[in-house]
């Protein structure tokens, strides 16, 4: 009876932990939408707000459909087979199978020293990208904790929800800017009528950009939290990701790390408001607070992590794609 009433427990603060998480990304979504009409309404009144909402829909039906290959193509990544790191593959295909996903995602690998992870695609076809720095800096169990916290993002469809996000950004930007140079051009003719220029929706639409992007950084935050949250319990070792984190975290002290992605580089004075992921600290204390299933792969740390490549000495540097790796 003990054993039910702590299972019962763990059920309870996860469905709160994701209820909580699910309502502050629909929360702050929300808010994005509304400040992209609202710019629609200045710029046009309701049929500002309409044209802005069509806007929106087009730009999602017709968006490109990016292979993941494309993608990691970008980086110089190249796709691992079983033999190149057997357990990395038996990890992912067991997490996958808890997670519930159709396939697992393939495994591709970046010939960086950097240390970062990556996952892209959707649920029915995702990779997972890894650097050479990550996987030889931490161990086995450390990686699966990694490699669960991001199949957790696929099958959340946090890909999804965050291209979602991104759009509705780049449109407030447009709508913004298109606002602003109407207003320059129309500001001869509103001096020689006489008319009041209306500051405040000129400032208005000004910060819009500004306010947009915090709240997609705000959402970014919030999906990591959940990650974490569903990656641990895919494990069933909170610890295991909350030892890679602070790993990653301690490790990151060359200017090179973390340039595949400037946004998740280590930026101590950096306000928590610009950050695209949570501080490492609050982020390992969640971790070691929940209480999870048993392990899906106990005694990782007594595995040999079997590597077929060389390691990778070369640092990042600029591509033609623009990428750094």
Not at 23 to 40: I, P, Q
Not at 47 to 70: H, N, Q
Not at 152 to 176: E, F, K, P, Q, Y
Not at 285 to 302: C, G, I, K, S, Y
Request: proline share 7%; glycine share 8%; net charge positive.
């Amino acid at each position: 009876m003990a054993h039910v009433s702590t299972d019962r427990a763990v059920a309870e603060v996860r469905r709160r932990h994701k209820i909580g998480n699910l309502l502050h990304s629909l929360l702050l979504l929300a808010g994005m939408v509304a400040l992209l009409a609202l710019c629609g309404w200045i710029l046009a009144g309701p049929e500002g707000v309409a044209w802005a909402m069509i806007g929106g829909t087009a730009s999602l039906a017709f968006s490109p459909r990016v292979s993941p290959r494309m993608i990691l193509g970008m980086f110089g990544a190249r796709r691992l087979g079983y033999a190149d790191a057997p357990r990395l593959f038996e990890a992912v295909g067991a997490i996958s199978r808890r997670a519930g996903l159709p396939n697992p995602p393939e495994l591709w690998y970046v010939a960086s020293p950097a240390l970062n992870a990556f996952a892209v695609g959707s649920r029915t076809n995702a990779a997972i990208a890894v650097t050479d720095g990550l996987v030889r800096a931490l161990s086995l169990r450390e990686l699966a904790g990694v490699l669960a916290h991001e199949i957790s993002h696929i099958r959340n469809n946090d890909l999804a929800v965050m291209g979602l996000a991104d759009t509705v950004a780049n449109l407030t930007r447009l709508m913004s800017l298109f606002g602003m140079v109407l207003l320059i051009l129309n500001l001869p003719l509103l001096v020689m009528q006489q008319e009041a220029v209306p500051w405040t929706l000129v400032l208005l639409l000004m910060a819009a950009p500004t306010i947009g992007a915090l709240m997609q950084l705000a959402l970014s935050r919030t999906r990591e939290f959940d990650a974490d949250l569903d990656g641990a319990h895919l494990t069933g070792d909170p610890e295991g990701l909350a030892s890679a984190l602070a790993r990653i975290e301690s490790l990151q002290h060359s200017p090179w790390e973390g340039i595949l992605f400037p946004s998740r580089r280590r930026a101590r004075n950096v306000p928590s408001l610009l950050r695209s992921h949570p501080e490492t600290e609050e982020r390992v204390r969640r971790l070691m607070e929940l209480r999870t299933p048993p392990p899906v792969l106990p005694n990782l740390d007594a595995l040999p992590l079997h590597l077929a490549f060389p390691q990778a000495v070369r640092r990042p540097r600029a591509r033609f794609s623009g990428y750094w790796y």
